[in-house]
């Protein structure tokens, strides 16, 4: 069988299915994230993740089910240890997390590192508690503008984010910061996952709102991974949005920033006129950042929606060996308690124009599945984890 010239793999962020067999040792029993947004809008209206199968995968008010799906679908069980952006990511491209990294939720982080990091910046910080970003501006922004001082908060996630009006301190200091921040933070008992620039504008408290200069200072991955395969043997892998951040530009060829879910599908759906020959990987991070985290399961399921208006757009472009792969890192259930990820499976929706027996492969082992079908598709080394399930995938 020839192979795809292109793959596309879209990650959802945080659109998760529910039942993952380990919820509950996340605190997570019951949570769904689909399917409380389909029953907080009572029934979503997504004809074309629909048509290729999304139905199958649950029982999502609104989504039905189909007999003859056009597209191959699957159930992806995470088996690395945690439920961050970096950890689905990783285990997509073959990295099996065992050791969780570092949080700070209960506790902020330790003054040890506050007064370092204090020291090295010249400036003083607030916070220091797990906040959602948007409860933490109006926490402490007025007070920003009358000190300058770094406004320094954390979540469930492994994660030191810094928070800085670009009216107050430049973009330029916020990152200089953000890679002090994460030389300190390398230390094995401070060790987290990312540090995040967070830059923000606003005057007054409920005006506060965060830009889309956002920046991501990740740990670098700890092994070979199917981007560096790609790369070493001269395909283009095109990161979109965070990926580049994910993976620290490791086996990336071309990075493309992006500031919203429908300018990510727009940069896609660019790419999709040109001419490629390998992966083009993008996050698409407002279904978490905008609405998982702020419990906002409306205007989640209303960004699911536009999404699947805009992969409509997507499918009309994509060539006779191009193959589309929807996909999720992790769950965020917008009406489960707290305000941070949940512990979820999540779908596989994969779509290409000659599909000759499209079908639901029920639940597959590991996320790593993806990263395997890209690897033996293109004839590079699978470096970790995961099985191809390329041979099912039957076609012209």
Known sequence: ????????????????????????RFGDKGANTIGHICEAKGGLHVSNMEGLGLGNLGDFKGIHPHNCQLGTTATLKEVSNGKDTMTGHWEM?????????KTFTETGFPQEFISLFEEKTGRKCVGNYAESGTVILDDWGEHQIETGDWIVYTSADSVFQIAANEDIIPLEELYKACEIARELLMRDEWKVGRVIARPFVGKKKGEFKRTSNRHDY??????????DSLKENGFDVYGVGKIPDIFVNKGITKGIHTVSN????????????Q??????FVNLV??????GHRRNAIGY?????????????????????????ITADHGNDPTWTGTDHTREHVPLIMYAKNLTNPRNLGLLESYGVIGATIAENFGVENPGIGTSILNQLERD
């Open 262 to 273: 429908e300018d990510g599908m727009n940069k896609i759906i660019e790419l999709a006129k």
């Open 275 to 280: 001419q490629q020959n390998g992966l083009i």
């Open 286 to 291: 407002d279904f978490d950042a905008v609405y």
């Open 301 to 325: 399921g209303d960004a699911i929606e536009a999404f699947d208006k805009q992969l409509q757009e997507l499918m009309g472009y994509i060539n006779d060996d191009d193959l589309i792969m």
């Open 1 to 24: 069988m020839k192979p795809y010239k292109r793959i596309f793999v879209i990650v959802c962020d945080s659109m998760g299915i529910g039942n993952a067999e380990d919820a509950e």
């Open 93 to 101: 491209m073959g990295l099996k997390v065992e050791k969780p990294f």
């Open 218 to 227: 990740a740990l670098e991955p700890f092994g070979k991974t199917v981007l």
